[in-house]
């Protein structure tokens, strides 16, 4: 295994990836920012510069499971005091399984100025993939907001509630294309000609296949993405193999990866469009769009044809079958432990509390505590946030997933779920109706430090006494992030042997930032010595060596 050393200086700059410039985060003045490839077993060393100037910062190194540092999962507040204007934070840690993963910004909504790349982490030489592939390409996409975090905070968390909105259009590999011509745009910001903004072009050799690893790191959107004229072999989710199957487009959730294989077998005189379509909302968000570049044709030919339109956003039944058909690959399964220790029933709600909007689970929205948690479990700093951990369960009897939520008002708390060490934990996430009549939203959950079983969906409401026989206890696939279909319920399962404290939360950014998620502790006690580096802000002040 290898050192894999990297020196990243993070500032805000003037970019136009869609042609309307706005400031955007850049790592070494790229967003994306670089990818990070490296071997299994290999130790990522990245030093971090907060060249913010005024921001805070923290960076996440989403699935990769952080064992025996907890500390560098780069979750602000909960593992880590932010990096501060003009400090270098070291993160080092084993990238210690082989896939496709991704970083971004964990601190505020950071994320979505910007600050995210893709992992790719392969087999030591000499070993191989279960399938074949002639090149291997990451492809990430994103959506793109022209309004600064800021902004859409603000309007967050306000009395009067501001929702940010659809984004304004969709990014490929950092690149798409708004049309300055819209109603409402500020023309000197926008230029279509800006060469920033032409579309991704993504060069192949006709006769061979493509292993395409694509992850989705939007602030908000569910996305179909898909190739003109090819299938795609879905072969890989979160790291892990899946039983192969093939469609003709990928839906794909923020903070997840897929790879797929593509054969380049079509005409090869002409490019294709790649596409990526919003599903889940009805928004006014036009496509992303990237050229298949067929190889010697020029890369930045047109496409002969229209591109293809995608799928249609309301239906959720092709969505919800796509998730129940990623299984392990047969000869790559890890079978689950057969019963649970704790299980616990979290339903998603939209609330208001004390006049400001929120998402809650079990009626409890979540703020993170000043006190990085797992610095205050660790050096019994108890005083730091509430003791009373937050509900179990919901009420499953008076529940009607298809009606409002009744109990609206409800409350918030900074407090954790302490989990005995090595259990077996279940959690059922159950969707509901939100503040909006005939609205369910699609929330994307993903757990830090884990990857979990997904032990089955269903549609309409949980039922705790018969659904659990239907559990996927055969070939489950794991992962680190989920849907939650609307009006659904998703079930999973993992096991509390990491110790450290962390974060599961819908990686749709707004919730998040509205309070949707939880933390958990698992043996803290097994915790080693905790760097002072992350330490210095709320009551760890004393800790920090100057
Ligand atoms: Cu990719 Cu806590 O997120
Ligand atoms: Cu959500």
């Known amino acids: 295994a290898r050192i894999r050393h990297y020196k990243w200086d993070v500032k805000y700059e003037f970019k136009s990836p869609d042609c309307y410039k706005k400031l955007v985060i850049t790592i070494n003045g790229r967003t994306p920012g670089p990818t990070i490839l490296a071997q299994q077993n290999d130790t990522i060393i990245v030093e971090v510069t907060n060249s913010l100037l005024t921001e805070n910062l923290a960076i996440h190194w989403h699935g990769i499971r952080q064992i025996g540092t907890p500390w560098f999962d780069g979750t602000e507040g909960v593992t880590q005091c932010p990096i501060l204007p003009g400090d270098t934070f070291t993160y080092k840690f084993v990238v210690d399984r082989p896939g496709t993963y991704m970083y971004h910004a964990h601190y505020g909504m950071q994320r979505e100025a910007g600050l995210y790349g893709s992992i790719r982490v392969s087999l030591p030489d000499g070993q191989s993939e279960p399938f074949a592939y002639d090149y291997d390409r990451s492809i990430i996409l994103n959506d793109w907001y022209h309004k600064s975090t800021y902004e859409q905070a603000a309007g967050l968390s306000s009395i009067n509630f501001t929702w940010v909105g659809e984004p304004q259009s969709l990014l490929i590999q950092g690149k798409g294309r708004f049309n300055c011509s819209t109603p409402g745009t500020d023309a000197s910001n926008c230029n279509a000609s800006n060469p920033e903004c032409s579309p991704y072009s993504m060069t192949v050799v006709p006769g061979k296949t493509y292993r395409l690893r ?32 093939v469609v003709q487009n990928l839906f794909i959730y923020s903070g997840e990866t897929y790879s797929v294989l593509v054969r380049t077998d079509q005409d090869p005189s002409r490019n294709y469009w790649a596409t990526t379509n919003v599903v889940s909302r009805n928004a006014t968000t036009p496509p992303g769009l990237a050229i298949f570049n067929y190889y010697p044709n020029h890369p930045r030919r047109s496409p002969p044809t229209i591109p293809p339109p995608g799928p249609y956003w309301g239906d959720v039944d092709p969505r919800f079958n796509q998730s129940v058909r990623i299984k392990a690959r047969q000869g790559f399964i890890t079978p689950p432990p057969k019963f649970p220790d704790r299980v616990m029933l979290f339903l998603n709600t939209q609330n208001d509390v004390n006049g400001y909007r929120r998402w809650s689970i079990n009626n409890v929205s979540f703020n993170l505590s000043h006190t990085p948690y797992l610095i205050a479990l660790k050096e019994n700093m108890h005083h730091t946030f509430t003791q009373i951990p937050p509900p179990d369960g919901y009420d499953f009897l008076k529940l009607n997933i298809y009606e409002r939520n009744p109990n609206a008002s409800g409350t918030t708390t900074d407090a954790v779920y302490r989990l005995p060490f090595d259990a077996t934990v279940d959690v059922i996430l159950q969707n509901t109706n939100s503040m909006v009549v005939n609205n369910s939203e699609t929330h994307p959950w993903h757990l830090h430090g884990h990857d979990f079983w997904v032990l089955g969906y269903g549609r309409g409401k949980f039922d705790p006494y018969k659904d659990p026989e239907k559990y996927n206890l055969v070939d489950p696939i794991m992962k680190n992030t989920v849907p939650l279909h609307p009006y659904s319920w998703t079930a999973v399962r993992f096991k509390a042997d990491n110790p450290g404290v962390w974060l ?21 006690d097994r915790v080693g010595e905790l760097p002072s580096s992350i330490m210095g802000c709320g009551a760890t002040k004393q800790f920090s060596k100057p």
């Open 214 to 245: 694509i992850t989705s790191v939007t602030a908000l959107s569910a996305l179909s993405f898909q190739i003109e004229g090819h299938n795609m072999t879905v072969v890989e989710a979160d790291g892990h193999y899946v039983e192969p199957f």
């Open 504 to 524: 599961f939360h819908c990686h749709v950014e707004a919730h998040f930032f509205m309070g949707m998620g939880v933390v958990f502790e698992e043996g803290i």
